[in-house]
């Protein structure tokens, strides 16, 4: 059974830094390109950042690039998001989402995480 | 980017009937299209993708069709535990992978 679980959520405050993980099991994690996506209180899904099965390709969306790095260790299945100089409009559930890619079917997110909640407050 | 535009952002509908749900794309995203139904304090969930073919395990009163720039989500006989809100989301073209801005299905 696929299994994503994110860890390292917590409060924080503006301008401090945080680090989420988000550990892979059931499935062969260097195969796949991984994502976070994020969910603000009573809020819609924001795609945050990609990055591909090598790390070769990394990308983000424009509200966090320049703070947030996105990295992963397949020999300890694992992802993670490094996010600095938080902001309180960075509040959110973080989700891990891992991607499925095809020519045929486009990209889209096949197994998510349960999320972990980030607060931005002073 | 390409912008994803969902309507209506909220109905009310009753066990049984027909409810639709519209998303528009800012261009042409081929078939590429996804629905995701999220439950309030849970994580998303793929319904659809590629515009039309039903994920694994997925009732089949879910239908999606549509190409280009229009794409529709049908659940044709409304059941109980489908109150939630469905998102659609833009798999066309690299990152950024953008979501329409979700459509919450309420009890009438």
Redesign the interface.
Known sequence: EVQLVESGGGLVQPGGSLRLSCAASGFTLRSYSM?WVRQAPGK????V??ISSTSRSI?Y?DSVRGRFTISRDNAKDSLYLQMNSLRVEDTAVY?CARL?AAY???????H????ALVTVSS | DIQMTQSPSSLSASVGDRVTITCRASQSISNFLNWYQQKPGKAPKVLIYAASSLQSGVPSRFSGSGSGTDFTLIISSLQPEDFATYYCQQGYSSPPLTFGGGTKVEIK
């Open positions: 994502n819609g899904l924001e795609w950042s990609y990308h969306a989700y499925q045929s079917s486009g990209w889209y997110f096949d998510w995480g349960q999320g």
